[in-house]
């Protein structure tokens, strides 16, 4: 079976390769190589699917828990699986609770657990929620590893339009593109920055909880760290405002005054795709199929995605060849 995927962010690269491994013939349209423009470029890369039931539905959980083994069969070495640390400052301790309230998979800590999980943090917090089943990849790394991955596989890249008729199956991974013309989805804008310090070290996510902005911090190596993220409804991609820049620098400061010495190594928005449940389609138009609405889930549900697109297509392609 010939298939066209149409957009390379996570969406496409996942499903061009759940499909080659079916034994599909697929070419990539991707007309601006490089990722830079992609939403997912600008991702944290977190597998936390315990975590994201917070404010997320069940189904979150459940599509996305795997979402770590896959990553880890495919890429091997990317995954690191050192969970994940939430905590909040003493008086937003409520927000503490509340977070335990809607979640599972976590263990309580005390000062001295958290001293012993994230010395960096000594100190600075009396209890914590530890995830320890979660893990999280760099999207900076993972993105092109797979994309090579699959170019040696045999999955071509191309960046010219391709003469649809060509192929058996269209399927469309171009995410915030279509906002305009699907009815029902929408943006989400999100905004981060990477901050650099050789004073802190982490080594895993950790989550500050407030009531107006809660972030996530995600350690990088070599003093790297991606500090994210705004949720503004809005499909603005123009550069971070100032006010968001000072949250996510208050938020990171709060965690570490050695923050406050950091560099600001880079800042970047990026729009999220999302219909009005937050969850992700696989949705079915003749002989196109499109994968949309990935939200804040992007590396965490993009496997499951994928797959499901992947067996909606075979499933397609036996029932013609049994119904001619």
Not at 213 to 229: E, H, N, Q, W
Not at 257 to 271: C, D, I, K, L, Q
Request: overall charge negative; aromatic content about 8%.
């Amino acid at each position: 079976m010939r298939i066209l995927v149409k957009g390379a962010g996570v969406a496409g690269l996942t499903a061009a390769h759940e499909l080659a491994a079916r034994g599909a013939e697929v070419t990539v349209v991707d007309p601006r190589p490089g990722f830079g423009h992609a939403a997912s470029w600008f991702a944290g890369g977190m597998l936390a699917p315990w975590c994201e039931r917070e404010g997320a539905e069940e189904r979150v959980l459940l599509r996305g828990r795997d979402a770590a083994d896959w990553w880890d069969a495919v890429l091997p070495g990317e995954v690191q699986r050192k969970g994940t640390l939430v905590v909040a400052p003493p008086r937003d301790a409520a927000e503490l609770r509340r977070f335990a309230s809607r979640t599972s998979g976590y263990e309580w800590l005390g000062e001295t657990e958290i001293a012993m999980l994230e010395p960096a943090l000594a100190g600075r917090f009396r209890l914590a929620l530890f995830f320890p089943s979660e893990a999280h990849l760099d999207p900076r790394r993972a993105l092109p590893a797979l994309r090579t991955k699959l170019a040696a596989a045999g999955v071509r890249f191309v960046e010219e339009a391709q003469a649809e008729d060509a192929f058996d199956r269209i399927l469309d991974c171009t995410g915030a593109a279509r906002i305009a013309d699907r009815s029902g989805l929408r943006g989400v804008r999100g905004e981060m920055l990477y901050l650099r310090s050789a004073e802190i070290e982490l080594a895993r996510p950790v989550r500050l909880l407030h009531p107006r902005i809660p972030v996530y911090i995600v350690p990088r190596g070599d003093g790297l760290f991606m500090v994210g993220a705004t949720m503004i409804e809005a499909d603005d991609e123009g550069p971070i405002t100032a006010r968001s820049l000072m949250e996510l620098l208050n938020a990171a400061y709060t965690l570490h005054p050695a923050f406050a010495e950091a560099a600001v190594a880079e800042t970047g928005t990026g729009v999220r795709p999302a219909f009005a449940d937050n969850f992700p389609r696989v949705i079915t138009a003749g002989t196109t199929i499109a994968i949309n609405g990935l939200y804040r889930h992007g590396f965490l549900l993009a496997p499951a995605m994928a797959r499901e697109a992947t067996e909606v297509m075979f499933a397609e392609q036996l029932k013609e060849r049994n119904f001619p």
